[in-house]
Structures are given as C-alpha cells and as structure tokens.
C-alpha cells in the first residue's frame, strides 16, 4: 500500500529534462502564465528566466505617478491616441508634461528584465494607434533598425453604397481628382504620417528593451486590434544597440526644436519616399467592397540612388508580400493595387 501511495505521489514532470521543459515554457510564451510558473517550484523558478520566446501583453502600463491614469486606461493607449487626433495634433505645439513611457513603474523593459535569455519577443498593445472615422481601416507594417527602414500602409474605407462619396470628391477639384471615394490625396498622405508616426513611436518605446535584451534576435511589436505592426529582425536589432536612447535624444535635439512634444517621444523618421496606389471602388473575391482603396509603399531615401521603374515595383511586391502575405483580403487587395498607376511623394525627415 506504501509503494502505491509512492507511486500516485511521484511527478512525471520532475522526470523531464530541462530542455523539454523549456520546450514547453517557450510554447505556453505568455509572460504573465511565466512568470506564475516560477512560483511552482524551485526548478521552475530557475528555467523560466532562459525561456527564449515570450509574449509580454500589455493591459496597462503605470507610470511612477499613477493618480492621472487611475480610470483603468492604459497608458501607452492614452500616449499614442493623444498622437492623431487630427492633422492639427501632428504640428501643433503640445506642452504637458507626461512621463517617458520606458521610465513608467511597470515598463516592458523592467518586466522583462526577470529574462536573460530571450530570442524572439513579441509585446502586444492594447488598441491601434489611429483615431479614425467610422468605417474607416488602416493596417500598416513597418521595419526598423536604428531608424525606420520601411513601411507598408493599406487603408480603405468599407462601402455602404458609396455613391454620394464618389461624386463629392470627383468633382472636388485640385489634389483630390484621380484619387477618387475616401477621402482624396490630403487624407491620404494624413493615414500615411499618422502611421509613420506610430510607428515612430512604438520603437522609440522599445529602445532600452533592445539594449538591455542582448540575445534578442526578433522583435515584434504589435496590437489586439491588428492595426499596426513594428518589426526589428536580427540586423536591426544590432543597429539598435548601436544607438542608445540618450544618443537618439541628442540626435533629434540637432533636427527639432523643444517646443513640440510629438517630436520628442518617437525616433526621427529619415527622409522617405512614398510611392502611392489607388482604386476608387475594389470588390473582392468575397464579395467585400473597399472604397478608396490605397497602398502606400515607404523607403527612406537612401544616398540619392535611383532604381528604376521595374526595381522599384519587384521592391514593392516583396514588402507587401511581406506585410500581408498571410493575411486573406488584406493580402488580395494589396495585390490588386500593386498592379495599379502609382503616385510618387517625397517627405524630409521628421
């Protein structure tokens, strides 16, 4: 009877190597399940900081002063939506003071620090970035290395019927005409900064986790909403930790003033290139319809080098590939558009 009551005592999982066990804390990835997992047991408690894949969701993120967000809303969210209220919170002075978000109490930097060996991180936010009309969508993917090395941008707006819309701004005259149903050529360069810009920001956010994450060789940053994604791969990452947070602070400082607050919590976007498609009215194969469908396609200008037309569009079908490869009518439309007239735009540095 003893042996028996042995038996039914004895854990199978204590006789698991530490290998397989780190398979499986690599596969569960979630760090708040992690880090309950290393109150479990003293071995536990050892293996998971090597766990090298993690998924850090963020609910909420407070800062050392939390009485100005203590209604429950995440900071990050507030940070970011406070962004793009309109083109007129793109330029306009801002000066409250807020909290850097990689100094709050609970930021993804100090979180992670209980992990020394982590590979592949993804944190997930808890909205978009974008406040935008009813109807409207915006999904963007942008890459970066010490800055941004490219960003594709899709927006529509979902048809009702469409018609009063398509004739408002066909006879609107002047930048909108060729551009069709929602919006015309201003909103769209209005979707292209304001996606620019959260970008920006999200990585600026990640700058002390990149440099305090010394084994990190994939980074995504992204959202529940599926707006916007920020990816930094190996090389990036290296380029990265090359460039402090206080190295970026300075080199902003040369390029702007003080004055405006938006330029201060985000990394420098480089001197782009903008190369713009667009169809008035799209239905898919699902019977979806978009209205003014448009893909924007983003690359700094790099040294003056020119490709030409052909380089330009094989570049073009690899990133949106890249972008929205897997992603069903996401992934149909940007196919669709890359066969479409393109529009060039250039924007300096901001």
Known sequence: MAYLLNESEFDCFDSLPDPIV???????????????????????????????????R???????????????VSFVFKLFKSLFKSVQDIISPYRSSLPDPTRSQKSPTQILRGFDGIKNLRIELPSGDLRLENGTTIKWVARFGKTLKSCVILGFKNSGTGLEEMVDFNNNGGADVGLGAGGG??????????????????????????????????LIVNDRENEGTVIVDKDGLQEGRNLSVQEEKNERSNVTDGGFWWRTNRTTVPAVRMRMRHEARMELSGGMIMEGATLVVVRPVSGGVERNEMEEQSGDIELAAEAFGQEGIYAEAAERLLKSRSYILEMNSF
């Not at 963020?58 to 203590?70: K, M, P, Q």
């Not at 909103?187 to 002390?208: C, F, G, N, P």
């Open 58 to 72: 963020v609910d909420r993120v407070i800062s050392a002063s939390d009485s100005e967000f203590d209604d429950g």
């Open 185 to 218: 050529l201003k909103m769209r360069v209005v979707w292209t900064i304001s996606a620019l810009i959260a970008a920006s920001a999200r990585h600026y956010m990640m700058l002390d986790v990149i440099s305090e994450q010394n084994h990190l060789t994939n």
């Open 22 to 56: 780190l398979l499986i804390f690599n596969n569960i990835s979630d760090i708040k399940s992690l880090i309950r997992c290393r109150s479990v047991s003293k071995r536990f408690n050892s293996l998971v900081p090597q766990t090298d894949s993690v998924l850090l």
